[in-house]
């Protein structure tokens, strides 16, 4: 089945440090890939739509210059989180778009601490 | 406005009985999708089952089912013969059809924890 492989699982930072994300698409084209923060016991919020190719798309409320995201290909997004602070600590996740209609593959998730 | 509704924080169930977890959603669109999700203390999202705006049949996978009343725009799921291993949370999510920018997007409910006793 179609697999979304997401890199770190974890990560410890420093604060004021940066933090790169990668989910990559392993068995399929993935043209959209929608990043979401989860917080302790909370649903998931989208921060941001990427389609390959093209500039991201974000919610309203995140900042793109401190979550940015890059969709150079089909099979890999990348989430950097810039000058990290305890408060973007979080739980982040991603997850491609397949064609049919319940085409949703999430990658497994990073946990960032922020220090 | 909420889109989607997950009212239950918490559910208990017994190990062996069925439980319904409550999702109600709201859109003003035609075609919609909705999804259910289940996530461990992992944190991975475990797809457990869709169900289409227009899709007649309620859905159903293995001890999965949805309850679909449209008029009522409720999408419940019903997990029967609970195991232990279904303790989790739950989440409830919408993907709202063409058009716009919502399409692709899923929108999440809070979510219910659901916990199996022995």
């Known amino acids: 089945g179609a697999v979304v492989s997401q890199h770190p699982s974890w990560v410890i930072c420093k604060s004021g440090t940066s933090v790169k994300i990668e989910c990559r698409s392993l068995?399929?084209?993935?043209?959209?890939m929608f990043w979401y923060r989860q917080f302790p016991k909370q649903s998931l919020m989208l921060m941001a739509t990427s389609n390959e190719g093209s500039k991201a798309t974000y919610e309203q409320g995140v900042e793109k210059d401190k979550f940015l995201i890059n969709h150079a290909s089909l099979t890999l997004s990348t989430l950097t989180v810039t000058s990290a602070h305890p408060e973007d600590s979080s739980f982040y996740i991603c997850?491609?778009?397949?064609?049919?209609?319940?085409?949703?593959?999430f990658g497994s998730g990073t946990r960032l601490t922020v220090v | 406005a909420q889109k989607i509704t997950q009212t239950q924080p918490g559910m208990f169930v017994q190990e062996k009985e069925a439980v319904t977890l409550d999702c109600t959603y709201d859109?003003?669109?035609?075609?919609?999708?909705l999804f259910w999700y289940k996530q461990p203390s992992s944190g991975e999202m475990i797809f457990l089952i869709y169900q289409g705006s227009y899709d007649q049949q309620n859905a159903t996978e293995g001890r999965y089912s949805l309850n679909f009343q449209k008029a009522r725009k409720s999408a419940n799921l019903v997990i029967s013969a609970s195991q232990l291993g279904d303790s989790a949370m739950y989440f409830c999510?919408?993907?709202?059809?063409?058009?716009?920018?919502?399409?692709?997007?899923?929108?999440f409910g809070q979510g219910t924890i659901l916990t199996v006793h022995p």
């Open positions: 068995d399929f084209q993935a043209t959209t």
């Open positions: 859109t003003s669109d035609p075609s919609y999708g």
């Open positions: 999510a919408m993907r709202e059809g063409i058009g716009g920018t919502s399409y692709g997007k899923l929108t």
């Open positions: 997850s491609a778009k397949r064609q049919e209609n319940y085409g949703y593959t």
